[in-house]
């Protein structure tokens, strides 16, 4: 059974404060880790997927590392706004399993204006 | 380009029942995968399909099945409903193959009640 665990399971930040959370996931059998973001009655969206060790992706205020050595993933988002609060994913994609994604249990951001 | 559309998005049974939920992935996406989001849990994988064919099943009973006709489009039956079936349940798409670098593309989702 894969372990993908996700710190903290909530936060409440400020307005304009930036912000990072983790991912953790089994290092041996790596194949991708994937980042979403799931705000209230909406759909996950896709942020990042990234497949190598060392990798950083960015999107907007919104940028990801990845660690596969070590197991881990740090999301961080710049200057914080209320539109970013949602709750943030990873899914850990295990070598050799066709598409099977094992996602944490999210990260809840909350941006108090 | 449209999105990934689930229907129908509400759905109440007793139990015992059976129900099909229906998933239509993004066109020229031929990947889609199944996910049950129980209160207090993350996402749970059900199954994937490419080419009509089931690639990866999870860790759920028999009464979880699937399919995917010749234009991607999935449905999934659950039958002989339990109260622990209540949940949302979440159609992913992606353009499949190989490589698993792609992101998916999720629908709203299905929200099942059982009473």
Sequence with gaps: ?????????????????????????PSSNFYA?????????????ALFVMTLNGDEKKKGRISATLNTKEGYSYLYIKGSQPEDSATYLCAFHLSGSARQLTFGSGTQLTVLP | KAGVTQTPRYLIKTRGQQVTLSCSPISGHRSVSWYQQT????????????????????????????????????????????LGDSALYLCASSLGGSSSNQP????????????
Excluded at chain 2, 104 to 115: E, K
Aim: charged residues 20%; aromatic residues 14%.
């Design chain 1, 1 to 25: 059974i894969l372990n993908v665990e996700q710190s903290p399971q909530s936060l409440h930040v400020q307005e304009g404060d930036s912000t990072n959370f983790t991912c953790s996931f």
């Design chain 1, 33 to 45: 880790l994937h980042w979403y973001r799931w705000e209230t009655a909406k759909s996950p969206e």
């Design chain 2, 104 to 115: 998916q593309h999720f629908g709203d989702g299905t929200r099942l009640s059982i009473l």
């Design chain 2, 39 to 82: 209160p207090g849990q993350g996402l749970q994988f059900l199954f994937e399909y490419f080419s009509e064919t089931q690639r990866n099943k999870g860790n759920f009973p028999g009464r979880f099945s699937g399919r995917q006709f010749s234009n991607s489009r999935s449905e999934m039956n659950v039958s002989t409903l339990e």
